[in-house]
């Protein structure tokens, strides 16, 4: 099975900008959660979706937002960037809510400038 | 609050020696507890879960729910074993909200 991909592999934007990250699962997972990643803050939990449903979200702001399409490949967007949002943006996918392990992508490195 | 606390932010051992990867958590439910490890260039993947207690690459780690900690450890480290580890939290039965500690980059010495 091909494992999680995620487009592009890198980004520039700059301050004000809004940008759109892309990941495509494992076939046959429904479940996607994204990650933000920053060498302050560590690994941290943005939300996920579950057959087009966000089930979960973490603690960032409402210019982090996502959505789920109905083959389960998933979009993030950020608006309004801001240069903190600069980081590496996880996507993980798994088959269901029972299944506890989680895919990891390569990540798609952000910076903000 | 679930939080995860890996207080080594790095960690160096001779080969063959054993090691232990410390991790602590604060949570009020029923968590599940995993290891993640990220190899040089690769991606982020689970090593272990403690529901499994299974030994993966020579790698145990113990659920103790009265110290609240899931200690990582091995026996004899090879330099293979070089890598990040992350140890990261659940709640019980729903597995798509993981708390990750801040890591640990293990480095075996020849």
């Known amino acids: 099975k091909a494992g999680v991909t995620q487009t592009p592999r890198y980004l520039i934007k700059t301050r004000g900008q809004q940008v759109t990250l892309s990941c495509s699962p494992i076939s046959g997972h429904r479940s996607v959660s994204w990650y933000q990643q920053t060498p302050g803050q560590g690994l941290q939990f943005l939300f996920e979706y579950f057959s087009e449903t966000q089930r979960n979200k973490g603690n960032f702001p409402g210019r982090f937002s996502g959505r789920q399409f109905s083959n389960s490949r998933s979009e993030m967007n950020v608006s309004t960037l801001e240069l903190g949002d600069s980081a590496l943006y996880l996507c993980?996918?798994?088959?269901?809510?029972?299944?506890?392990?989680?895919?990891f992508g390569p990540g798609t490195r952000l910076t903000v400038t | 609050a679930q939080r995860v606390t890996q207080p080594e932010k790095l960690l160096s051992v001779f080969k063959g020696a054993p090691v232990e990867l410390k991790c602590n958590y604060s949570y009020s439910g029923s968590p599940e507890l995993f290891w993640y490890v990220q190899y040089s260039r690769q991606r982020l993947q689970l090593l272990l879960r403690h529901i499994s207690r299974e030994s993966i690459k020579g790698f145990t780690a113990d659920l103790n729910k009265g110290e609240t900690s899931f200690h990582l450890k091995k026996p004899f480290a090879q330099e293979e074993d070089s890598a990040m580890y992350y140890c990261?939290?659940?709640?019980?039965?729903?597995?798509?909200?993981?708390?990750f500690g801040k890591g640990t980059l293990l480095t075996v010495n020849p």
């Open positions: 993980a996918s798994s088959a269901d809510s029972l299944t506890y392990e989680q895919y």
């Open positions: 990261a939290l659940t709640q019980s039965g729903s597995n798509y909200k993981l708390t």
